[in-house]
């Protein structure tokens, strides 16, 4: 059985300012746990119920950790999820640090707000094999509870650095695409194996700083009546291209 202090505990990480002050987040579903249990992320503790695949606990690499079998009852009155019949983890996160852009393919993404988004770019990221993401500051947490669930576990594997997003820019010798409304065709494009790939918001696209430093505009060309594209969408038909 939860105490009530290991239940308000995971609670309050649902929300950022207590992330922040413990560094610390959460994982649910079997999903997520089988792949945060196989990562090199600390683990604080695992709840898991009897019907979890035993598999995932049998193969874990994360060392020693607390674990407290619990009710499907409990295990959703303390997570996100309506519904968790499997477990949840409580893990450290990692360090804000930077990774070296130097060649192959990297994502920038310009104060794209929205967690579900974020998590679904990430996966996507994980999907074509890009390895990180350069987040502005203004971005969504990686370690809000939406951006690790519709993750789908991919958060374990593509790195996410939050910076000033223009600093970073300025000073790479990669070109630069930026996806903008008035870019050019992208099916009419030599486009490079090393580059970063910079999207905006859905609301607001590419904020001007940030287009200013764009050496070469691509856009998805419109055929029907949509407004716009989500971003998340946008990330797939951009990487596909650069990757056929």
């Known amino acids: 059985m939860l105490s009530k202090r290991i239940s308000r505990y995971i609670k309050s990480l649902q929300l950022k300012k207590y992330r ?50 619990v009710s499907q009852k409990e295990l959703e009155q303390v997570g996100t999820f309506k519904s968790n019949n499997a477990g949840l983890v409580v893990a450290k996160c990692k360090a804000n640090e930077p990774f070296e852009i130097t060649t ?73 695409y930026g996806a903008l409304l008035e870019g050019e065709n992208i099916y009419e494009q030599n486009l490079a194996s090393d580059g970063i790939i910079v999207l905006g918001s859905e609301s607001h696209g590419i904020s001007e700083p940030i287009e200013k430093l764009v050496s070469q505009p691509i856009s998805i060309p419109k055929r029907g009546g949509a407004e716009s594209l989500n971003v998340s969408v946008a990330t797939a038909v951009i990487l596909d291209n650069f990757f056929r």
Not at 27 to 55: A, P, W
Not at 129 to 154: R, T
Not at 157 to 176: A, C, D, Y
């Open 20 to 69: 922040k002050l413990e560094q610390s987040f959460i994982v649910e579903g079997e999903k997520g746990v089988s792949e945060i249990l196989k990562s090199d992320f600390e683990i604080e503790l695992l709840l898991y119920t009897e019907n979890i695949d035993k598999e995932i606990l049998n193969n874990s690499d994360s060392g020693e950790f607390d674990s407290i079998l």
């Open 104 to 176: 192959g393919i990297t994502l920038a993404l310009d104060d794209v707000k929205d967690p579900g988004n974020l998590g679904t770019i990430i996966r996507i990221a994980d999907w074509y094999g890009i390895k990180g993401i350069v987040c502005s500051l203004e971005c969504a947490d990686v370690y809000n509870p939406k951006v690790i669930n519709s993750s789908m576990g991919s958060f374990a594997r593509v790195e996410v650095w939050h910076t000033q997003l223009e600093e970073v820019l300025r000073h790479s010798k990669l070109p630069i």
